[in-house]
């Protein structure tokens, strides 16, 4: 029975030193027993280690153990009734379970329960409470003596509360934490342990519970020795005055580690041995100065200089973690071709995992570096996890859209994903949302679809429903147990053949050499059984809402991990900074080493922060180190991580993170370059890096090298590679893919003929709107009317819904009119609000009534579009009583009239344009020799009539308009037709706050209509009548001489003709060009507005001016010049 430590600096040999005794030992004593515990993670490679140390190379009396492994082994042995061991997954379900049911008990953590993260952060203190072998009545004590009224005590009852609740329901369990806390009652029972040799290693410290267990040992083994990574100069105070610890030193935790050795030797009366001290330099850096310097003076001071050259030590500035990973796998590639080391030889660390993981796995698999990443995987980011989520969230939520296709596409479902994304599409334009609905046959065609597609969407909707039903049907029972709902999914995911399907992924990631993530989905069916055995196990007979049990089941699932064995021998291990224990090691890469990431910058300290854990130790309780001492405690890690190479140590950090902001390096460089003065720091891309190891190596360097040769830079390497290149048919393929990379310009030819007209027909047709968006951009054109290219239907109110509400309306109201004795002079207030009423409710059930009354939003906007129309109609009705002229056609129709001139256009080779529309409203005056007409074009949005658009094309309704009503009316009468005006209506509900009468006519001048007005004399009277307030109606206005003002938007009949005739030409040349096939990506600009503003089809044009494309660029001019060229060109 005795201690003894074997205590060295980082690289002295303490392992070897012990592994080596022991081995000789054991062969001396083959009766004995040998025990080395270490932690979990680092059990095999410490087997593998004493193997291959071995003589043998074999072990029949060592065992390499992790702490419960040896707590097994003695159970087995002293036939300990052994219970389950409750583990996170476990504590996470009850905790989940207990603190809901207390909610009403708790008062600090009542509002954090359904906080992401928050069961998590409970499990850990509960765990460290067993840890730290603090128990109720421990909390009882603390409760009574903090103040009343503070958070902490608020907490530590709420944890009473929990703890106690929680202890009901372990029954059968222990908690992984109390394993140990058994062992030590059963260790003076083992034959095993009596009188064999111990020894621990890889340890930076120890927990209480495990101390009580080495006090136990202490009595029971022959000799217990412990590793202590520390300058054994430390020592040198031990016992006196002098010694004292302090959390800032860089062996605090070795110190307090050997003083709590000493303190349980010395109670329990056992011999402490000297220690056995490994002094003088360390063996790992014998003949490397710039590493000894390194492992002797960092985090110590005085500060340590080594003046020599700086051999085995490098640093390097990288731009982006991106280049930093492809900056170590590549020197990685070049140090194993050249012999220097293998790939088992080198360990990676980096600052985060988060940021670097992905980053590395995609540089090692571009230049075929094996490697191993040694961290647990969560296995809630699969198919089949969420797959089980959204499946139980599609029934809680009576098939909500998000989580139905949640589920439908995780991947587990028989539905392939073509077929999804048809589903959905109709499910989003349709609004469907219930199982109710779903059971429905889908009715309801889309724009543009056929009778084939909709009942291939509802084969869709049945295949989904079948899938689902037994398991929809089996939770619609009221109490159910928990039980009852395991089954139910264990047979649904029988059922849809999950274990099948999850084979069929490990086999794919075999087949691509992925052999980590096959090993993990080799896991995953077997670990979502344990844990609804488990679920079933511990709260199977609990009756709980479907929304409980998901609750419960996530907190389980979050928790649950897939460790992996390295899968190959020759590999780079890539860890974490504390929890990986890597193997002796001749290279080691540090990646990240910036501000924040090493060391880092995380002061969080879970539910009690470090203000209140520095109040319990005040009181003598001993609890895991507060953030600030964790802080200090990460330059020990750091240490032994910067100590871990034999031969080399290469630190990198980057500028800016990946998402291009500016970092700072770690004040550790500072520390280093005081440290070695001559130490060089390099940037990435100097010519010692360029090195091509594999194919796709090559290519990304070919690529970069290209960008380097066209800005004028010197690149030797890249022209060889070039070459080489050449002269194969597989690289001259590469080099013309990068090559045309490299000069792309986003640019479309011309359709052909042929496939112009199989696009369009021989004949094109449309409305007028469709002329105008090829004059706009003549691509965005071809994608919508042309490949029928449409955004995604939704179920919601759109602006294009309310204008069309709001022109059935209008014609609503005008026929009705018609079928009266009333007209729009002569109709009351209250009867023409009334019918105003009745109009917007049947123009409203007529189009799509079920959105309009499909939520109480959309309810209202019934509300506000009566109000806008009634005071749109009350305007018109004003409008009309100050003018002489009456409306004579509603809606009228291009559709109607045959060999309309002005409708029907011919092109060229035969081809014709065919214009189709409705004229919202002509209203006309005539006396003895003419007939005067007026155009309305009713527009729910602001839209500015505009000369300068209308000259380039891209507003040319009102023409069309009125060249078309001019056509008709001329049919009809014998008198001569004249324009007196092309005016737009914008439907809007002005706010005023004046006296009523003020109001009205400041109302008036909001809703003035915009367009063209015919000025001749005698006509505009007849428009309106001018009063004291001025024209109301029209964009017009006199000044004190009689002259219409500069503003004012009067035209001649001549102009009118003149306006007509230069747009029937321009249809025509455009026309012309959608024949011949143009698609140009040429969008207009004019000023600071263009026709990518509000493009919908941005992202597929890709308009981009670096990649060729450009603009379009209209001028500008004043109306008066527009006009007297259109004038020009009539003739």
């Not at 003083?259 to 003949?287: D, M, N, S």
């Not at 109040?615 to 032994?640: D, G, H, R, V, W």
């Amino acid at each position: 029975m005795a201690l003894q430590m074997i205590i060295g600096k980082s690289g002295s040999g303490k392992s070897h030193f012990v592994y080596e005794k022991i081995i000789k030992e054991s062969i001396k004593n083959p009766k004995k027993n040998y025990y080395i515990i270490v932690p979990e993670q680092y059990t095999m490679q410490v087997q593998k280690k004493v193997m291959s140390m071995h003589p043998n190379h074999g072990t029949m009396n060592i065992d390499v153990l992790s702490f419960h492994r040896l707590a097994h082994r003695v159970f087995d042995e002293v036939q300990e009734k052994q219970k389950n061991i409750l583990e996170d997954v476990g504590k996470s379900m009850v905790l989940r379970k207990v603190a809901e049911e207390k909610k009403d008990q708790l008062t600090i953590f009542k509002r954090s329960l359904n906080k992401s993260g928050f069961i998590e952060e409970l499990k850990s203190l509960l765990s460290e409470f067993y840890q730290y072998r603090v128990g109720k009545e421990t909390l009882e004590t603390l409760i009574h003596e903090l103040e009343n009224g503070t958070t902490l005590r608020g907490k530590l009852m709420d944890m009473r509360v929990i703890f106690e609740e929680f202890d009901k329901y372990l029954k059968d369990y222990t908690v992984a934490e109390q394993v140990l806390e058994v062992l030590s009652l059963r260790v003076n029972e083992s034959k095993l342990l009596q009188d064999s040799v111990i020894c621990l290693d890889g340890f930076t410290g120890f927990t209480p519970i495990q101390f009580v267990l080495l006090e136990r040992l202490l009595h029971q083994v022959e000799w217990l020795l412990v590793t202590i990574p520390m300058d054994p100069k430390e020592l040198d105070t031990f016992g006196s005055e002098r010694w004292k610890i302090e959390d800032y030193e860089l062996f605090a935790l070795s110190k307090k580690t050997v003083e709590k050795l000493y303190e349980i030797a010395q109670k329990e009366e056992v011999l402490v041995a000297k220690p056995f001290c490994i002094e003088g330099t360390p063996y790992r850096f014998l003949e490397k100065k710039d590493l000894q310097v390194l492992e002797k003076g960092f985090f110590r001071y005085p500060i340590q200089r080594h003046l020599g050259e700086v051999e085995n030590i490098a640093l390097t500035c990288c731009q982006n973690p991106r280049e930093e990973a492809t900056y170590v796998v590549r020197k990685i590639r070049k140090l194993v071709v050249s012999g220097q080391c293998r790939f088992r030889d080198i360990g990676i660390v980096t600052g985060s995992n988060e940021i670097y993981e992905q980053e590395l796995r995609e540089a090692m698999e571009r230049l075929h570096v094996p490697y191993f990443m040694d961290q647990n995987r969560s296995i809630l980011n699969n198919p089949c996890m969420e797959s089980i989520r959204s499946v139980l969230a599609m029934i809680r939520e009576d098939l909500r859209y998000e989580s139905v296709f949640r589920y439908l596409k995780a991947g587990m479902s028989g539905l392939s994903g073509e077929e999804v994304e048809k589903l959905e599409n109709y499910v989003i334009a349709c609004g469907i949302r219930g199982y109710r609905w779903f059971q429905k046959p889908f009715v309801r065609k889309l724009r543009g679809m056929d009778d084939d597609e909709l009942l291939e969407l509802n084969k869709i909707r049945e295949y989904f429903l079948e899938e689902i039903k037994e398991f929809w049907e089996s939770l619609q029972k009221k109490d159910m147990t928990v039980k009852e709902v395991i089954i139910a999914l264990c047979f649904f995911m029988e059922r849809l053949h999950y274990q099948r399907k999850l084979k069929q992924y490990e086999l794919y990631f075999e087949k691509e050499g992925d052999l980590a993530s096959a090993k993990t989905y080799q896991q995953i069916y077997g670990n979502i059984c344990e844990i609804l055995n488990k679920m079933a196990t511990i709260l199977g007979n609990e009756v709980m809402e479907l929304e409980e049990f998901i609750a419960i089941l996530d907190a389980g699932l979050s928790e649950t991990k897939v460790g992996v064995i390295p899968p190959g021998l020759d590999q780079v291990l890539v860890g974490d900074m504390e929890r990986s224990r890597f193997p002796d090691l001749k290279v080691m890469f540090i990646m990240g080493l910036n501000d924040g990431l090493i060391p880092k910058n995380d002061m969080s300290g879970g539910i009690l922060n470090d203000r209140e854990r520095e109040i319990l130790m005040e009181k003598k309780l001993e609890l895991a180190p507060t953030a600030k001492q964790n802080a200090m405690m990460e330059s020990f890690y750091i240490y032994l991580n910067f100590t871990k190479p034999s031969e080399k140590l290469y630190l990198s950090y980057a500028k800016v993170d990946t998402n291009g902001k500016t970092i700072h390096p770690s004040y550790l460089i500072g520390r280093l370059k005081k440290h070695f003065p001559n130490l060089v720091q390099k940037e990435v891309g100097e010519k010692e890096e360029a090195v091509i190891f594999t194919k796709e190596d090559s290519v990304e360097y070919v690529i970069q090298g290209f960008h380097e040769f066209l800005e004028g830079k010197e690149n030797i390497l890249w022209k060889e590679l070039y070459c080489q290149m050449k002269e194969g048919a597989k690289g001259k393929e590469i080099l013309h893919k990068i090559w045309t990379g490299a000069f792309y310009e986003n640019e479309e030819s011309p359709l052909s003929k042929a496939v112009s007209k199989a696009i369009y027909g021989e004949h094109l047709s449309g409305s007028v709107t469709r002329l105008e968006q090829y004059a706009a951009c003549a691509f965005a054109h071809f994608l919508k009317y042309g490949l029928k290219v449409k955004e995604r239907e939704e179920y919601k109110i759109r602006s294009m819904d309310l204008g069309n509400v709001f022109h059935k309306t209008l014609e609503l109201f005008s026929k009705e009119l018609d079928t009266r004795a009333d007209t729009f002079r002569t109709i009351d207030d209250v009867e023409r609000d009334q019918l105003v009423e009745q109009c917007v409710n049947s123009a409203v059930s007529e189009y799509q009534g079920d959105l309009f009354y499909s939520s109480k939003r959309n309810q209202y906007m019934i509300t506000r579009m009566t109000r806008i129309a009634k005071r749109t109609i009350w305007a018109l009705q004003e409008h009309i009583k100050r003018g002489r002229f009456e409306p004579t056609d509603y809606e009228l129709s291009f559709q109607n009239y045959k060999d309309l001139q002005s409708a029907g256009i011919q092109l060229e080779e035969g081809s014709s344009l065919n214009l189709q529309g409705k004229i919202d409203r002509i209203d006309t005056y005539e006396d003895e020799e003419n007939l005067y007409v007026k155009i309305i074009d009713y527009k729910s949005g602001s839209t500015e009539f505009d000369v300068i658009d209308l000259y380039y094309g891209l507003q040319i309704q009102l023409v069309v308009y009125m060249n078309a009503a001019l056509e008709v009316l001329e049919k009809r009468t014998n008198k001569k037709v004249i324009p007196a005006g092309i005016f737009y209506y914008n439907m809007k509900d002005p706010f005023i706050e004046r006296e009523e009468e003020e109001a009205e006519i400041a109302i008036l001048k909001k809703l003035k209509m915009n367009g063209l007005a015919n000025g001749e004399e005698g006509i505009i009277e007849k428009l309106e009548e001018e009063t004291k307030e001025g024209y109301l109606t029209m964009p017009i206005s006199r000044l004190k001489s009689g002259a219409y003002s500069k503003a004012s938007k009067v035209v001649t009949t001549k102009q009118l003709r003149a306006v007509g005739h230069y747009v029937t030409e321009r249809m025509k040349k455009m026309g012309s060009e959608m024949i011949k096939g143009n698609i140009e990506i040429a969008p207009y600009k004019l000023g600071e507005r263009s026709a990518c503003d509000y493009c919908e089809f941005h992202g597929i044009c890709g308009f981009d001016t670096k990649l060729g494309n450009t603009y379009r660029h209209l001028s500008k001019g004043s109306r008066e010049e527009f006009l007297k060229e259109m004038e020009g060109e009539e003739e």
